[in-house]
């Protein structure tokens, strides 16, 4: 750079000039950068992805740089690196780049990564590269610094579009397009070329390597694993950020172990629950219920559901039965009805809600033509199957147990509740064992403003489900099973199937 007029513009851009005045004078302070007369070709590395079809199954690879930017000596024997914000901070002149020094000088030894082997020797560049595997999902287009150039991958159609005869040049992986009157339209984006271009500084240099020789390398049950869900629904996914959605040879190593692991212990899993359900079966059960005479129970209807059966839920209908505290349960005659009736409407007087519901069920059970609300039909629906632990669960349910003992069906029982524990409003879902009343599992499901420690089916189901389920009327017990059922299916997916039989074993 020399110092004529016409050479100042240049000599403006890599000095700091600085005026002042004093005694009557300008006085003018010129820095001028030191520089190292080192002259360094700078590279910027684009690894370009390849297509790799074997055994009509075709993937995609990109082998991995370690380096965005190189500069290297004239003999290729030293080199040093930058980043894209030092590149940014390098001042530009006519002829040179002046570039801070900021890494220093490397040898370009055996050592040294991939990108810099194919300078010493392009036949090298199959042993010092690891390459990576991506899906690609859509085509990539990468503009290339300052030239008309595109980096394609993919497979597409392209429709040129010209003013004069088409200037395009189109290779293995790139497009160039040399009249700037020329369009080329993808599948989905359009190249357009860019007036001028300052393209005497900028040159490709592409090496002729050995791929062949790595394609090789790759294990015939790795390029044929398909890798998905990588690009995370990216949209516009470019050259230089597939290394985030490209996995090495040995991470797709260790995803296919792993998923053969997964359909092991599954598999494993599905004989092992099916196993533990041959052994035990829990029932859920509700009952609709009114007092009379002070003792007596009647039952009204009833719904029934076991645990193997995902959402099936019997209704217990037909004529209420009758449970005095030292009789034989049976079937309530007319008369008994009539005083159950009133005694339903004098015990509910204050609440016309449950009143109603009661007296529905009550209507509806007489009604209906089943009539499976008897001790027979309960006891062998718990019994079907000829499970050895039929375990009975409830919800709130110590009326439910008088119930069953005074219909003679002695099971293990299962309680579950909703419990404000510490008086604080935050309440846990509690399986009691009804036998010793001990606590077996606890589930936290956090605070719920509410008087009163206990919170009801309805509040405690809706915390835990999202499914809409169909509602009846209220008090409907078969909403009432498949409400527990939900409860009981949320405790167990955190407590697990398994430890929950511990508690029950014979
Ligand atoms: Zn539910």
């Given at each position: 750079m020399g110092i004529e007029a016409s050479e100042l513009s240049e000599f403006l851009k890599i000095t700091q000039i600085s005026v002042y005045y004093e005694n009557e004078q300008l006085v003018?302070?010129?820095?001028?950068?030191?520089?190292?007369?080192?002259?360094?070709?700078?590279?910027?590395?684009?690894?370009?992805p390849i297509k790799f079809v074997e055994d009509g199954v075709d993937s995609w690879y990109i082998s991995t740089t370690t380096y965005t930017y190189v500069a290297i000596t004239k003999d290729r024997k030293q080199f040093t690196t930058y980043t894209e914000k030092e590149i940014k901070d390098c001042i530009e002149t006519a002829i040179y780049r002046i570039c801070k020094a900021t890494q220093p000088m490397i040898d370009n030894n055996d050592?040294?990564?991939?990108?810099?082997?194919?300078?010493?020797?392009?036949?090298?560049?199959?042993?010092?590269?690891?390459?990576?595997?991506?899906?690609?999902?859509?085509?990539?287009y990468h503009r290339i610094l300052n030239k008309n150039t595109w980096i394609h991958v993919g497979d597409d159609t392209l429709t040129i579009s010209c003013t004069d005869l088409p200037k395009i040049v189109r290779s293995r992986s790139a497009i160039t397009i040399l009249d700037i009157n020329c369009q080329v339209f993808t599948r989905n984006a359009v190249l357009t070329p860019i007036e001028d271009i300052s393209s005497t500084n900028y040159k490709d240099f592409v090496p002729t390597t050995k791929i062949q020789?790595?394609?090789?390398?790759?294990?015939?049950?790795?390029?044929?694993?398909?890798?998905?869900?990588?690009?995370?629904?990216?949209?516009?996914?470019?050259?230089?950020?597939?290394?985030?959605?490209?996995?090495?040879?040995?991470?797709?190593?260790?995803?296919?172990?792993?998923?053969?692991?997964?359909?092991?212990?599954?598999?494993?899993?599905?004989?092992?629950?099916?196993?533990?359900?041959e052994t035990h079966k829990?029932?859920?059960?509700?009952?609709?219920?009114?007092?009379?005479?002070?003792?007596s129970i009647v039952v009204i209807s009833g719904a029934i559901s076991n645990s193997l059966e995902k959402f099936e839920v019997s209704k217990l209908e037909g004529r209420?039965?009758?449970l005095p505290i030292d009789e034989k349960a049976r079937p309530m005659i007319e008369k008994e009805l009539q005083v159950a009736v009133k005694e339903i409407k004098r015990i509910f007087v204050c609440k016309t809600e449950l009143q109603d519901a009661c007296l529905d069920?009550?209507?509806?059970?007489?009604?209906?033509?089943?009539?499976n609300l008897t001790r027979e039909y309960i006891d062998h629906y718990i019994r079907q199957g000829n499970k050895e632990n039929n375990i009975i669960v409830v919800w709130n349910g110590h009326s439910d147990k008088t119930i069953l003992q005074r219909l003679?069906?002695?099971?293990?029982?299962?309680?579950?509740?909703?419990?404000?524990?510490?008086?604080?409003?935050?309440?846990?879902?509690?399986?009691?064992?009804l036998s010793n009343r001990e606590i077996i599992f606890e589930v936290d499901i956090g605070k719920?403003?509410?008087?009163?420690?206990?919170?009801?089916?309805?509040?405690?189901?809706?915390?835990v489900c999202n499914r809409k389920h169909k509602t009846t009327y209220a008090h409907d017990p078969r909403l009432d099973v498949e409400y527990t059922k939900c409860i009981f299916n949320h405790v167990l997916q955190k407590q697990r199937y398994e430890n929950l039989i511990q508690y029950f074993k014979i």
């Open positions: 003018f302070i010129t820095r001028i950068p030191l520089v190292f007369d080192v002259e360094l070709s700078l590279y910027n590395i684009i690894s370009i050592n040294t990564p991939c990108e810099l082997q194919i300078f010493k020797a392009p036949d090298a560049f199959q042993t010092g590269c690891n390459i990576n595997k991506f899906p690609l999902v859509r085509n990539i020789n790595i394609f090789n390398k790759i294990p015939e049950h790795i390029h044929k694993y398909k890798l998905s869900d990588v690009w995370n629904n990216t949209s516009n996914i470019q050259l230089t950020d597939l290394h985030s959605v490209s996995r090495s040879l040995d991470e797709i190593q260790q995803m296919i172990d792993e998923e053969v692991i997964r359909e092991q212990s599954q598999k494993h899993q599905f004989i092992h629950s099916n196993l533990l359900k829990f029932i859920i059960m509700d009952f609709e219920f009114s007092m009379v005479k002070r003792t209420p039965l009758l069920q009550l209507k509806q059970s007489l009604n209906s033509t089943r009539n003679n069906l002695d099971y293990p029982m299962l309680n579950i509740t909703c419990y404000d524990k510490y008086f604080n409003k935050n309440f846990f879902i509690q399986f009691e064992k719920f403003d509410k008087t009163g420690r206990l919170l009801n089916l309805v509040e405690t189901h809706d915390r």
